[in-house]
């Protein structure tokens, strides 16, 4: 086995609520601009721990989800080993098989991969999530979830899509997200109230 990974993810985007691309349509914008993170909770690739390590990425999608295409740039928190960022990454770009590989079928250019400062924190339902450090971070959201009628948060079961295949995710609402991402190529973004996805994971291959 060479990845077992266990953990949650945080994902924010520019479309309305909810974000097209789960249920495999065409962005309510023509395009979406997002940013992802993955801590993991408890795991090892290939025998090298990586529990506590974040990998997080920022991405253009110019169409259907599924056409792929899409550019990215990988960031790894600053508090993995080289060897660590090696095996994050070589999971997320589809080298070790299995449902990440899936995903990264996505990918067309991956633009950089850069260590950075990551803060990721779920604290009673609402999610923080931070990629880079300083006064202007790369990437940064605030997420809540949206309860259903019973109380609970609403849950999308089976898409066609997701960035933790074979889990249940949650639909929120980002009170803000900001990406000023324009000097790796990427639009800048600033808004208030637009498509967040939070949820757990369990990947292994």
């Known amino acids: 086995m060479s990845y077992q990974l266990e953990g949650s993810l945080l994902e924010v985007c520019n479309c309305n609520i909810l974000c097209l691309c789960w249920v495999g349509e065409d962005p309510d914008r023509g395009t979406c601009d997002a940013a992802q993170a993955w801590r993991i909770d408890r795991g090892a690739i290939d025998g090298i721990d990586v529990s506590g390590r974040v990998i997080a990425l920022i991405n253009h999608i110019p169409g259907n989800v599924l056409a792929g295409n899409w550019t990215v740039a990988f960031f790894v928190d600053d508090g993995a080993t080289p060897e660590q960022q090696e095996a994050l990454v070589s999971v997320w770009t589809g080298k070790k098989g299995g449902p990440v590989a899936d995903l990264a079928g996505l990918f067309g250019k991956v633009k950089t991969v850069q260590r950075v400062p990551i803060t990721f924190l779920v604290e009673g339902g609402k999610g923080t999530l ?18 259903g009628a019973t109380g609970t948060t609403t849950t999308l079961l089976d898409t066609v899509f997701s960035t933790i295949p074979g889990s249940p995710a949650y639909v929120g609402k980002a009170a803000l997200y900001r ?19 939070q949820g757990s994971f369990r990947f292994t291959a």
């Open 179 to 197: 990406r000023n991402s324009s000097q790796l190529g990427f639009k800048d973004i600033d808004l208030a109230g637009h498509n967040a996805i």
């Open 130 to 147: 931070r990629i880079g450090g300083g006064m202007t971070p790369i990437a940064e959201a605030e997420l809540l979830p949206i309860q």
